[in-house]
């Protein structure tokens, strides 16, 4: 098969073509040319989009899909389609299936049932037994398999000395260590962030300290043991400030930001809609603005959509009782290049997340493997239930306005345009 794209303007730092608009031909999956103009062949498939803009493709490092066990709320075929009309060529898929991925033959299930897509799957498995906390799982015989980190989706290590072995035993075969930063302890119940609107409210508050206490402890454990910690999915202020001062001292640590965090506050949990019902919660107007600095400034590396379906039996419920989650795949772009210019934050989709997790960025260059995502950056829309691609409806953005849109994405030898 052969591609012709057709003025698009590459956004590739690593690319000499950044910012200039070129034609792209791509022939079996390789790009083969980069032209001021290429000429059409019959047997061309020509791409001819509006404000065409293309980057090396998106890479979503948080991504919950609901087989096996939960299909009702998303299968794996039907979520990998849906990341790729939305713009990801790859995903890392969270291990909080049922039955937890917390085994080899696991990590093997969901690989096998990914193979063919355009978008690629990579695991993420769990770092203890069922992920209860209480015994590390076998990290070295599912890194062997495919996994590519190991981590319990939204549930911290209680367990300090359960994290302390952890870090250094995957040491022995490079392997990357997520810890979710809350403690339990002060959290307790709360399901929105402790302040003004919690009281306001009437709704059981969780405090920035739950997460930054915890924040604190691991960076503890980390300089201690050394290795290589992922933080997901940090909310505030004093977070983003910790792990800069823990990158200033070389420590090995990373951290990533969801898209709705990025953007949205706690000021929307005045309608009590459940769809705004996330962990972590939405934080304050001053904690998204330090998030958005750590983009900037670069102490955030990665930018998730933290894509989480829940079906509406377990959503549509009153808000202290609706399970924690939003889909994102549709809405995330949009909204992050609403409040962001495109070039303070590709690389959070790109560059930067596939270096923390081991994977190979494909530069926009000639005779390279084609991994790329297209995209409309000056489309503005309202978001509505009808951009919901997703099986479950559960989205945080829903009647928002967003600024940007996917196409789709070239990548495995499959252009999937949305």
């Given at each position: 098969?052969?591609?012709?794209?057709?003025?698009?303007?590459?956004?590739?730092?690593?690319?000499?073509?950044?910012?200039?608009?070129?034609?792209?031909?791509?022939?079996?999956?390789?790009?083969?040319?980069i032209a001021d103009s290429i000429n059409s062949n019959d047997d061309y498939n020509v791409v001819n989009l509006e404000n065409l803009h293309v980057s090396c493709?998106?890479?979503?490092?948080?991504?919950?899909?609901?087989?096996?066990?939960?299909?009702?709320?998303?299968?794996?075929?039907?979520?990998?389609?849906?990341?790729?009309?939305?713009?990801?060529?790859?995903?890392?898929?969270?291990?909080?299936?049922?039955?937890?991925?917390?085994?080899?033959?696991?990590?093997?299930?969901?690989?096998?049932?990914?193979?063919?897509?355009?978008?690629?799957?990579?695991?993420?498995?769990?770092?203890?037994?069922?992920?209860?906390?209480?015994?590390?799982?076998?990290?070295?015989?599912?890194?062997?398999?495919?996994?590519?980190?190991?981590?319990?989706?939204?549930?911290?290590?209680?367990?300090?000395?359960?994290?302390?072995?952890?870090?250094?035993?995957?040491q022995n075969f490079d392997g990357l260590v997520l810890s979710f930063p809350k403690n339990n302890s002060i959290a307790g119940e709360g399901i929105a962030n402790e302040g003004v609107n919690s009281t306001k409210l009437g709704l059981k508050g969780n405090p920035a300290l739950a997460e930054?206490?915890?924040?604190?402890?691991?960076?503890?454990?980390?300089?201690?043991?050394?290795?290589?910690?992922?933080?997901?999915?940090?909310?505030?202020?004093?977070?983003?400030?910790?792990?800069?001062?823990?990158?200033?001292?070389?420590?090995?640590?990373?951290?990533?930001?969801?898209?709705?965090?990025?953007?949205?506050?706690?000021?929307?949990?005045?309608?009590?809609?459940?769809?705004?019902?996330?962990?972590?919660?939405?934080?304050?107007?001053?904690?998204?603005?330090?998030?958005?600095?750590?983009?900037?400034?670069?102490?955030?590396?990665?930018?998730?959509?933290?894509?989480?379906?829940?079906?509406?039996?377990?959503?549509?419920?009153?808000?202290?009782?609706?399970?924690?989650?939003?889909?994102?795949?549709?809405?995330?772009?949009?909204?992050?290049?609403?409040?962001?210019?495109?070039?303070?934050?590709?690389?959070?989709?790109?560059?930067?997340?596939?270096?923390?997790?081991?994977?190979?960025?494909?530069?926009?260059?000639?005779?390279?493997?084609?991994?790329?995502?297209?995209?409309?950056?000056?489309?503005?829309?309202?978001?509505?239930?009808?951009?919901?691609?997703?099986?479950?409806?559960?989205?945080?953005?829903?009647?928002?306005?967003?600024?940007?849109?996917?196409?789709?994405?070239?990548?495995?030898?499959?252009?999937?345009?949305?």
């Amino acid at each position: 098969m052969t591609t012709l794209l057709k003025s698009a303007t590459i956004i590739d730092t690593s690319s000499p073509y950044h910012n200039q608009q070129k034609d792209i031909l791509i022939h079996n999956g390789i790009i083969q040319e980069i032209a001021d103009s290429i000429n059409s062949n019959d047997d061309y498939n020509v791409v001819n989009l509006e404000n065409l803009h293309v980057s090396c493709g998106w890479f979503d490092t948080s991504v919950s899909l609901g087989e096996p066990g939960f299909e009702e709320r998303e299968t794996i075929k039907k979520g990998l389609e849906v990341a790729a009309k939305s713009g990801f060529t790859t995903v890392a898929v969270n291990p909080n299936s049922n039955p937890i991925i917390d085994n080899k033959a696991s990590v093997e299930f969901l690989l096998n049932q990914a193979n063919g897509f355009a978008t690629n799957l990579h695991p993420i498995a769990a770092l203890t037994q069922k992920s209860k906390g209480l015994e590390m799982a076998e990290l070295y015989d599912m890194q062997q398999s495919g996994a590519i980190a190991f981590g319990d989706y939204n549930k911290p290590v209680e367990n300090d000395n359960l994290l302390k072995i952890a870090l250094l035993y995957a040491q022995n075969f490079d392997g990357l260590v997520l810890s979710f930063p809350k403690n339990n302890s002060i959290a307790g119940e709360g399901i929105a962030n402790e302040g003004v609107n919690s009281t306001k409210l009437g709704l059981k508050g969780n405090p920035a300290l739950a997460e930054e206490i915890q924040i604190a402890r691991d960076l503890f454990l980390l300089e201690y043991t050394g290795g290589r910690l992922h933080i997901p999915t940090i909310t505030t202020r004093k977070s983003v400030n910790l792990i800069n001062e823990a990158k200033k001292k070389g420590l090995n640590v990373t951290c990533s930001v969801t898209a709705h965090h990025l953007t949205l506050s706690d000021d929307e949990l005045h309608g009590f809609d459940s769809n705004f019902k996330v962990n972590p919660p939405l934080r304050t107007n001053s904690d998204v603005k330090s998030l958005q600095e750590g983009i900037k400034s670069g102490v955030i590396d990665i930018i998730t959509s933290d894509h989480n379906p829940i079906d509406i039996e377990h959503k549509k419920l009153e808000f202290s009782e609706a399970k924690d989650g939003t889909i994102g795949f549709e809405s995330a772009f949009g909204a992050i290049n609403s409040v962001l210019e495109l070039n303070d934050f590709i690389e959070n989709l790109t560059s930067k997340p596939k270096s923390v997790f081991g994977l190979e960025n494909y530069s926009i260059i000639e005779n390279n493997k084609a991994d790329i995502t297209l995209f409309n950056p000056e489309n503005s829309y309202v978001f509505t239930k009808k951009d919901i691609l997703s099986t479950s409806k559960n989205s945080a953005f829903l009647d928002k306005k967003l600024k940007g849109k996917a196409y789709g994405i070239y990548a495995n030898n499959q252009l999937i345009l949305n």
